[in-house]
C-alpha cells in the first residue's frame, strides 16, 4: 500500500495526503452552519447586484434586469459547484494541485501575451467562446491549494530557507508579477497576503517572512512610483477632497454613499448614488449596501463574512491532516482578506485596487471561484470533526506499524461519538499515539 | 490535525490564532470606519449626496408648443440632441499613459468620422480628461444613431463609454418673422424673453421641482417614470386666436407700407368684433425670433400694446357716440363749424376744410375738429371723460403681453380744462394704444358691448387636459344697440365719396370707419411738430353684420402724412384679403350709388370677389400688392413733383407707390397714362433738384 510508503518517508504523517478517501465520509454532513452562511451570502449578491446595477442595465442594455439574469445564472452554477465539490473528498483534488496550478499560470501568461481580451483598457480576461473567464480569480485558489500541499508535504522542513521558503515565494511572485502585468495590483496584494499568511501558519521563520515583507513593501513602493497614473491615484486618494471630481470621483462618491446610508439606510432599491457611481454593482457593491441598507446593514455584513471566517478556521483547527487544515484556513484567509481589502477601498481606508466582494460582487468567474473555494471547504468541513473516521481509516494498517499501542486502546465505535466533545480527546488520544 | 506532533500543532494554532486576530483588528477597524462615516458624518453626507443631484438639475421639461388657431405652430420646442463626454468615463479602468492616450485615439477617430469633426481638435478635447465636455452640440438624426450604435455594447464589441446624448430644448420659430415681436422669443438658459414666451412663461415652461434626485452623474434623466410623467412636467400647449393667413397678410402689408411711407413704425390690429378675439396683431419693424441676437431691442418691441400716442380725428368716433348716448345730439341736428376757424379761449382751433354747418354725419365724414369740440362742451369735461373711459381708454385691455400701455386721458389726474376737454374731443392731448382703440370700436360695432381681447384661446397640458379656455369676455355695456347703429351708418360715410377715408372702402362691402391724421407733439420744444404725424384708420367691415374690426396706426410717415391716403389702403388691402380668407362674400345689400360709380364693373367685382375663394383657403395670398384688381386706372403723371405730392397723386390714383431716392421726381414706371390694376405698383425714383 502506498501509504506504508510515505509512512516511510515522513513517519510523523499518520494520514498521508494521497490517502484514499475515506470510507463513511459520506455519511458526515458539511458544516450546516457554514453552508447556510455561503448560500445566504451568494444569494445576497444576487439581490445587490440588481438594486446595484438596474439602472446601468437600463441605459446601456435597456433591460433593468440585464446584470440580474446574469448574476442569477451564475449563482445557479456556483451553487451546483458548491454542493458538487463538497461531495468531494478533498483529498482527491490532492492529485490536481499541480495540472492546476500550472494550468492557471498558463492562462495568465495567455492574458498578457495577447490572447486575453481587452476590457476597460486591462487583459484581464480570456474568452474561451461565449465565457469570458479572469485568470487572476483562479490564481487565488490556484496558489492557495499548491501552498497547502506543498507545505504539508514539507512539513517541518518548512522552516528550512532554501526548501520551506524560497520556492514557495518564487512561485507566488511569479504568479504576482503575471498579475502586475494585466495590470492587476488587487489581485497581486491579495496573492501576497496569501502567501504570507500560509508561510506563517506553517511554520516559516518569522525573520524571512518580515524580510520578505519588507521587500515586498519595496517593491509596492516602487511599483506604485513607477507608474504615474498609480502614484496620481495614490495622491488623490490621500487629499480626496481635491480630487472628488477626477481621480478621486470613484471612492469620494463610495463614501458619500456609505454616509448617505446613514444608520438604517435608505431601504433596499431606494439608493440613488448608483446613479453617480461607477461599477457600483461590481467592486463597489459594498458602498450601495451602505447606502441601502445602511450602517446595521454593513454591521450584518461584516459579522457574516466573520462568521464565514469564524468556521472556516474551525474547519482548519478540526481538519484531519495538515493538508486539509492549511487548505481550510488558506481558503478562509481568501475570502476574509478580499472582503476586508474590498471594504476598506469601498470606505476610502486604502485606495482603490479593483478587487471584488466575495460572493456579492457581480462576476461570473469571481463567483464561481469562490463557490468552488467554499465547495472545498465544505468538504474539509465534511471530514473534520470526527476522529472515529481516521480511526477507520487509518485503524487497518495502524497494527502494522504500531501494533502493540493500538491493541490497548478500545475504539467506541463511530456512530456513538459526539464529534464535538470528543475532538479534543481524540487529539490527545492521537499525540498519545505518537508519544 | 491530529496527524501533527502535538508541540508543532500547538503552534500552528497558537498562528492561526494570532492571524485571525489581525483579521478581527482589521474588521473591527472597518467596521469603526463605518460607523464614522454612516452614523457620525451621515447626516453631512446626505445632504451634500442631496447637494449633488439637486445640482445636477440643468435640463427644463418641454415647453410647450404655440399654435395660431387653425393649429399651425407659431413656436416649437424641438429636442435636438447633443453630445457631451466624460473622459474620465471613457478610459476608466485604462492603466497608463499609453494606454489612455491609445484609446482616446481611437475614440477620438470614430467620433470624429461619425460627426465630421476636425480629429485633431477632438482629440485635444478629449485629453483634457475632463468629466463634462461638450463635443457637438445640436447633432443631426443620423449623427445620434451613429453615437447611439457607438456606445452600445449589444451591437458594438467595442464600445465608446463616456457618451452621452442629451436633448437640448431648443426653441424654433417655424414661420420666422411672423408674429415675432408677439411671441417673444427663449433664452438659451430656458427663460422666455419679451412677449407670450415671457409673459406665460410659467405656463409654458412646466414644472422642474419634482425631477431632482432622478438624474445620474452626467446629467441625464434616467428616472422618467413612463411617459406620464414626463408629460406631468411638460409646459402647457397655447392655442391663439391668431390667424395665421391674416396675420401672413397683415405682416405683408405693414411691411410694404413702412417701406413705402418710410414709417418709423407701425401697428395693426384685426379683431373679431363680436367675441374680442385677436386675429391678427402686427407692429413693424418685427424680427425673427429665432435669430433676435441679431435685432434691434426696438424692433421686438409690442407696438399694438407698448406704444401709446395721440391718436387725433378717430377719437371723434368716440366723442360722438358719447354725446349720443347721453342724449345731447340728435343724430340729424346740424352743428355750426364756424368756417373753419374758432377761437377758444386763447387758443385758436382750425380745420381743414372750410364749413358753416355740418350734420354730426359730415362732422365725421370730413373730421371737423370744431364740430367734434362743440359737441364735447355741450357734453362738458366729466361726461366726456367717463365716455372714454366706459371705451376702455386709460385702461389696459388685459392682454397677455407684457408692457401695455394705459394710455393717458388726463394728463396729471386732474379734470381737464375747457381748452382740453375741446382737445381731447379730436383726440389730443390725450393718449390711447392701437389695441384699445381696436377694442373700443369694436364695441360700436358689435352693438355697444365692449370686450377683453383674447388672445390665448385654449391652453391645454401635455396630456390634453384644458388649462383655460378664451371665453369672451365682455366688460362692459358702453352704449345702446341704437346708439351704436347710428354711428355705424355716420361712419359709413367717412368712407364714401367726400369722405376722409375713400382709400379704405372695399369693394363689394360697406365698411365703417375714421381716418385720423395727428401731429405729434415735439418732446424737444413741448409744441406740435410741424413734420411728424401718425396717421391711423380704424374701421370695421362689413358694416352691417361687422365681422372684422382693423386699426391700422402709422407712426410718423416720411411720405405722405393724411391717415385717409396712407393708413386707408392699408385697411382696404387687409380687409379684402382677411374677408377673402374668412370666405366672407359681399352680402345681398345693393352696392352704394358711390361704390358703383367708383368701379368700372360691378360684375368684375363680383367675379373677383367670387374667384379668390379658392385662394382662401391658402395659408397666404401669393400676392403682397396685388389683390386682383376689378378695374384698371391710369398711372397719374407725377413728373417733376416733390416725393410727397408725387406718393399722393399716386395714392390717389389708387395705386401703390415705390420709392427710390429722395428729391424731385425724374422717373417713373409704368409710364404716365399706362392702365394698370388698381393696387399695382409703380416705382417712382427721386433725385435732389441739383
Redesign the interface.
Known amino acids: 500500500m502506498r501509504i506504508a510508503n510515505i509512512k516511510l518517508h515522513k513517519p510523523?504523517?499518520?494520514?498521508p495526503l494521497d490517502a484514499q478517501p475515506t470510507r463513511n465520509a459520506e455519511m458526515t454532513g458539511v458544516d450546516p452552519v457554514l453552508a447556510a452562511v455561503l448560500v445566504g451570502l451568494i444569494g445576497f449578491g444576487v439581490v445587490m447586484v440588481y438594486s446595484a446595477s438596474a439602472?446601468q442595465a437600463?441605459?446601456?442594455?435597456h433591460d433593468a434586469q440585464y446584470f440580474l439574469k446574469k448574476q442569477a445564472s451564475y449563482a445557479v452554477v456556483s451553487l451546483i459547484a458548491l454542493f458538487a465539490i463538497s461531495r468531494i473528498d478533498y483529498h482527491r483534488l490532492y492529485k490536481l494541485t499541480y495540472p492546476f496550478l500550472v494550468g492557471v499560470g498558463g492562462l495568465l501568461l495567455a492574458c498578457i501575451v495577447g490572447l486575453g481580451h481587452?476590457?476597460?483598457?486591462?487583459t484581464r480576461w480570456i474568452s474561451l467562446g461565449p465565457v469570458h473567464i479572469q485568470p487572476a480569480e483562479m490564481a487565488k485558489l490556484a496558489l492557495v491549494s499548491w501552498l497547502a500541499y506543498s507545505l504539508a508535504k514539507k512539513a517541518?522542513k518548512v522552516k528550512t530557507f532554501t526548501v520551506g521558503f524560497l520556492p514557495h515565494l518564487l512561485v507566488a511572485g511569479v504568479f504576482m508579477l503575471l498579475c502586475m502585468k494585466q495590470?492587476d495590483f488587487g489581485s497581486a496584494v491579495v496573492l501576497l497576503l496569501l502567501t504570507f499568511?500560509m508561510l506563517?501558519?506553517?511554520?516559516a521563520k518569522v525573520g524571512y517572512i518580515l524580510g520578505a515583507s519588507l521587500l515586498g513593501a519595496v517593491f509596492a513602493v516602487f511599483a506604485v512610483m513607477s507608474?504615474?497614473?498609480?502614484y496620481a491615484r495614490y495622491l488623490a486618494w490621500l487629499n480626496m477632497d481635491e480630487h472628488r471630481?477626477?481621480l478621486a470621483?470613484?471612492p469620494f462618491?463610495s463614501?458619500?454613499?456609505?454616509?448617505?446610508?446613514?444608520?438604517w439606510g435608505t431601504g433596499l432599491g431606494r439608493g440613488?448614488?448608483t446613479?453617480?457611481l461607477?461599477?457600483a454593482h461590481n467592486d463597489f457593491i459594498a458602498a450601495i449596501i451602505?447606502e441601502e441598507l445602511?450602517?446595521v446593514g454593513?454591521?450584518c455584513l461584516?459579522a457574516t463574512?466573520?462568521l464565514l471566517?469564524?468556521r472556516g478556521?474551525r474547519t482548519?483547527?478540526r481538519?484531519?491532516?495538515?493538508y486539509g487544515?492549511y487548505l481550510a484556513?488558506g481558503i478562509s484567509?481568501m475570502f476574509?482578506?478580499q472582503a476586508?481589502l474590498n471594504?476598506?477601498v469601498a470606505?476610502a481606508?486604502l485606495p482603490t485596487k479593483?478587487l471584488t466582494l466575495p460572493f456579492i460582487s457581480f462576476g461570473g468567474s469571481s463567483l464561481i471561484m469562490n463557490a468552488t473555494a467554499a465547495g472545498v471547504l465544505l468538504s474539509i468541513s465534511r471530514q473534520g470533526p470526527v476522529?472515529a473516521r481516521?480511526e477507520t481509516a487509518v485503524t487497518p494498517p495502524a497494527p502494522r506499524v504500531e501494533p502493540t499501542e493500538k491493541k490497548g486502546e478500545k475504539a467506541p465505535a463511530p456512530s456513538d461519538l459526539d464529534p464535538d466533545a470528543f475532538g479534543e480527546p481524540?487529539?490527545d488520544d492521537?499525540?498519545s499515539e505518537?508519544a | 490535525m491530529r496527524n501533527l506532533d502535538p508541540e508543532r500543532a500547538k503552534w500552528i494554532r497558537v498562528r492561526i490564532g494570532i492571524l485571525s486576530g489581525i483579521m478581527a483588528l482589521g474588521l473591527g477597524g472597518l467596521v469603526s470606519g463605518a460607523y464614522r462615516v454612516q452614523v457620525e458624518d451621515g447626516a453631512q453626507w446626505k445632504e451634500t449626496a442631496e447637494n449633488q443631484r439637486m445640482r445636477r438639475l440643468h435640463v427644463e421639461p418641454k415647453r410647450g408648443t404655440i399654435h395660431d388657431r387653425n393649429g399651425s405652430p407659431l413656436a416649437v420646442t424641438v429636442e435636438v440632441p447633443s453630445l457631451s463626454v466624460d473622459v474620465a468615463e471613457m478610459i476608466r479602468g485604462v492603466e497608463g499613459q499609453e494606454a489612455q492616450a491609445s484609446v482616446l485615439k481611437d475614440a477620438s477617430i470614430r467620433l470624429a468620422t461619425a460627426l465630421t469633426l476636425d480629429l485633431n481638435e477632438t482629440y485635444a478635447k478629449l485629453l483634457t480628461k475632463k468629466r463634462f465636455i461638450w463635443l457637438k452640440r445640436r447633432i443631426s438624426g443620423d449623427e445620434a444613431q451613429a453615437i447611439r450604435d457607438m456606445s452600445d455594447p449589444k451591437k458594438n464589441p467595442h464600445p465608446v463609454r463616456g457618451l452621452n446624448l442629451e436633448g437640448e430644448g431648443h426653441r424654433y420659430y417655424p414661420s420666422r418673422e411672423l408674429l415675432g415681436p408677439v411671441l417673444g422669443f427663449v433664452a438659451p438658459d430656458g427663460l422666455g424673453k419679451d412677449g407670450l414666451e415671457l409673459y406665460l412663461d410659467e405656463e409654458l415652461k412646466g414644472r422642474i421641482q419634482d425631477v431632482r434626485g432622478l438624474r445620474d452623474r452626467t446629467g441625464r434623466l434616467i428616472f422618467s417614470e413612463g411617459k406620464t410623467d414626463s408629460d406631468a412636467l411638460a409646459g402647457h400647449d397655447v392655442t391663439l386666436t391668431i390667424d395665421g393667413g391674416i396675420q401672413h397678410v397683415v405682416e405683408q402689408e405693414l411691411d410694404a407700407a413702412q417701406r413705402t411711407y418710410e414709417t418709423k413704425g407701425a401697428s395693426l390690429v384685426v379683431v373679431d368684433p363680436n367675441t374680442g378675439e385677436i386675429l391678427a396683431l402686427a407692429s413693424t419693424p418685427g424680427y425673427n425670433p429665432n435669430d433676435y441676437g441679431a435685432s434691434e431691442v426696438d424692433a421686438r418691441r409690442d407696438r399694438v400694446v407698448t406704444d401709446r400716442f395721440e391718436p387725433g380725428s378717430v377719437m371723434k368716433v368716440f366723442t360722438l357716440a358719447t354725446a349720443l348716448s347721453a342724449g345731447v345730439l340728435k343724430p340729424t341736428e346740424p352743428i355750426f363749424c364756424e368756417h373753419g376757424t374758432f377761437q377758444l379761449g386763447n387758443v385758436t382751433i382750425h380745420d381743414t376744410h372750410l364749413n358753416d354747418w355740418l350734420t354730426p354725419t359730415q362732422v365725421l365724414a370730413k373730421s371737423s375738429n370744431i364740430g367734434a369740440l362743440k359737441i364735447a362742451l355741450r357734453l362738458g369735461e366729466p361726461q366726456l371723460y367717463a365716455g372714454f373711459r366706459k371705451f376702455g381708454f386709460g385702461e389696459t385691455t388685459g392682454l397677455p403681453l407684457p408692457g401695455e400701455a394705459t394710455g393717458v386721458l388726463r394728463p396729471k389726474g386732474r379734470p381737464w380744462f375747457e381748452v382740453e376737454t375741446a382737445n381731447a374731443s379730436f383726440g389730443q392731448g390725450i393718449s390711447v394704444t392701437t389695441v384699445q382703440l381696436a377694442m373700443a370700436l369694436s364695441a360700436i360695432a358689435n352693438g355697444g358691448r365692449l370686450y377683453e381681447p383674447i388672445l390665448v384661446k385654449k391652453m391645454q397640458d401635455a396630456r390634453g387636459n384644458i388649462i383655460r379656455d378664451g371665453v369672451p369676455k365682455a366688460r362692459r355695456d358702453v352704449i345702446s344697440a341704437q346708439v351704436a347703429h347710428t354711428i355705424t351708418e355716420m361712419l359709413t360715410a367717412v368712407v364714401e365719396d367726400g369722405g376722409t377715408g375713400v382709400e379704405a372702402a372695399v369693394p363689394g362691402f360697406r365698411v365703417a370707419g375714421k381716418t385720423a391724421t395727428a401731429q405729434k407733439a415735439d418732446p424737444a420744444t413741448g409744441k406740435y411738430s410741424e413734420d411728424k404725424y401718425t396717421a391711423s384708420f380704424i374701421g370695421f367691415v362689413p358694416a352691417d353684420k361687422p365681422r372684422l374690426v382693423i386699426a391700422v396706426v402709422l407712426d410718423e410717415p416720411m411720405i405722405g402724412r393724411y391717415g385717409g391716403d396712407l393708413a386707408g389702403p392699408v385697411f382696404r388691402r387687409v380687409a379684402e384679403a382677411s374677408l377673402r380668407y374668412l370666405g366672407v362674400t359681399p352680402n345681398s345689400t345693393a352696392p352704394r350709388l358711390s361704390q358703383v360709380t367708383r368701379e368700372n364693373d360691378p360684375a368684375d367685382a363680383t367675379l373677383a370677389l367670387l374667384k379668390p375663394q379658392a385662394v382662401a383657403a391658402m395659408p397666404a395670398p401669393p400676392s403682397v400688392f396685388g389683390p386682383p384688381a376689378a378695374n384698371a386706372v391710369k398711372v397719374p403723371d407725377a413728373a417733376g413733383l416733390a416725393a410727397r405730392d408725387a406718393v399722393r397723386q399716386v395714392t390717389a390714383a389708387g395705386l401703390v407707390p415705390e420709392i427710390d431716392g429722395t428729391g424731385r421726381l425724374v422717373r417713373q414706371w409704368p409710364l404716365p397714362g399706362t392702365r394698370v390694376p388698381k393696387g399695382s405698383a409703380v416705382r417712382l425714383v427721386f433725385e435732389p433738384a441739383s
Request: hydrophobic content about 50%; charged content about 10%; overall charge negative.
Open positions: 510523523q504523517i499518520l494520514a439602472v437600463t441605459t446601456q442594455y481587452r476590457g476597460g483598457g486591462a517541518e495590470p499568511t506563517f501558519v506553517a511554520g507608474k504615474s497614473y498609480r471630481q477626477d470621483y470613484q462618491q463614501v458619500m454613499s456609505f454616509g448617505a446610508g446613514g444608520a440613488l448614488q446613479l453617480y461607477p461599477e451602505g445602511g450602517f454593513v454591521l461584516s463574512f466573520l471566517v469564524v478556521v482548519a483547527l481538519a484531519p491532516d495538515d487544515s484556513f484567509t476574509g482578506v476586508l471594504i476598506a470606505l481606508i479593483g476522529d481516521m481524540a487529539l492521537a499525540s505518537l
